[in-house]
């Protein structure tokens, strides 16, 4: 074979690569080549404007491990660090902001403890958020329908949203099945506007801060499933046009679409040590005696 279609030959094996996965162990692939996978999965992407970025570390280091959470809080990085992760993938910032350039974080202690993780480890930290909320059958949003046991195509789409008609049922057994689903994300409770007794054939759902009440109604749902919600606002409209609201923390309706961005790599890069860190519902319901659904 000539030196030219060598190198024509090489060419097309490394664009392979990124496609169909990197299978060598011999030679690992570097944080920068899953990066270049990750983009390649995506036509919608802007890369001018795009926040699925590098945020410390080397991106042309060579990666054995990699773990996949919703966040890359210090408690995660901890978690990764102690069992050698190479590459971290976070879905949402790591610094604070949307862009994770606000200085006004800087001096801050959790940003300090968690740069000064970072630079002592050299793990490498990417944020895939852009590419998978909307890559399609495993990305967040169909994630998010398959977890709620919406299957089959929505009756209604836009780019976050979706409807699904399911058989009837009251708004009350709707979240009592969804809260089932929820606890392995740390969530105990689904909260719910709206009469519990209403009867529903029409879901709406979205994911993270984009899921707005009036466009979901718009859509012909008799309910939707929110996960950012202004309760001055869009609750008491919700109210007021008798349209069930069905609550659920911005990280749990997203955690499912990232266990299957840890399966997606493993499948993609079967070299690769990949872990999946959970970090879902930060919060916990306490009443007067104590907490509500779950011990301490």
Same mark, same amino acid.
């Given at each position: 074979m000539s030196p030219r279609n060598l190198g024509a030959a090489t060419g097309l094996l490394v664009l392979l690569g990124f496609i169909v996965g990197w299978a060598s162990p011999e030679s690992p692939p570097t944080a920068r080549d899953i990066d270049r996978h990750l983009r390649a999965?995506?036509?919608?992407? #802007?890369?001018?404007? +795009?926040?699925?970025t590098f945020k410390s570390g080397n991106p042309d280091r060579p990666v054995k491990t990699v773990c996949v959470s919703w966040m890359s809080t210090l408690r995660a990085l901890e978690k990764a660090r102690d069992i050698g992760c190479d590459l971290f993938i976070t879905h949402e910032p790591t610094f604070y902001s949307h862009t994770d350039d606000d200085p006004s974080f800087d001096s801050d202690r959790a940003a300090v403890e968690k740069r000064k993780l970072l630079q002592e480890s050299g793990m490498v930290v990417y944020r895939c958020h852009d590419?998978? #909320? &909307?890559v399609p059958e495993v990305g967040i949003l169909d994630s998010w329908a398959k977890e709620l046991g919406f299957v089959g195509k929505p009756v209604a789409q836009k780019t976050f949203y979706a409807v699904y008609e399911v058989p009837e049922? +009251?708004?009350?057994?709707?979240? &009592?099945?969804?809260?089932?689903?929820?606890?392995?994300? =740390?969530?105990?409770?689904?909260?719910?506007?709206?009469?519990?007794?209403?009867?529903v054939? &029409?879901?709406?759902?979205?994911? =993270?801060?984009? +899921?707005?009440?009036?466009?979901m109604f718009s859509m012909g749902a008799d309910a939707a499933v929110i996960t950012e919600v202004t309760y001055w606002r869009d609750v008491r409209w919700a109210q007021d046009m008798g349209f069930p609201l069905l609550i659920v923390?911005?990280?749990?309706?997203?955690?499912?679409?990232?266990?299957?961005?840890?399966?997606?790599?493993?499948?993609?890069?079967?070299?690769? &040590?990949?872990?999946?860190?959970?970090?879902?519902?930060?919060?916990r319901l306490v009443g007067p005696a104590g907490p509500l659904s779950r011990s301490e």
């Open positions: 999965l995506a036509s919608w992407l #802007d890369s001018a404007k +795009t926040v699925d590419v998978w #909320d &909307r049922v +009251t708004v009350g057994e709707l979240a &009592r099945n969804m809260a089932s689903k929820l606890q392995p994300y =740390g969530q105990e409770a689904v909260q719910v506007v709206g009469d519990p007794k209403a009867q054939r &029409r879901i709406a759902i979205g994911t =993270g801060a984009i +899921t707005n009440a009036k466009e923390e911005h990280s749990v309706s997203e955690c499912p679409g990232l266990e299957n961005l840890a399966a997606y790599l493993k499948k993609k890069f079967p070299g690769l &040590r990949v872990e999946y860190i959970q970090e879902g519902c930060p919060f």
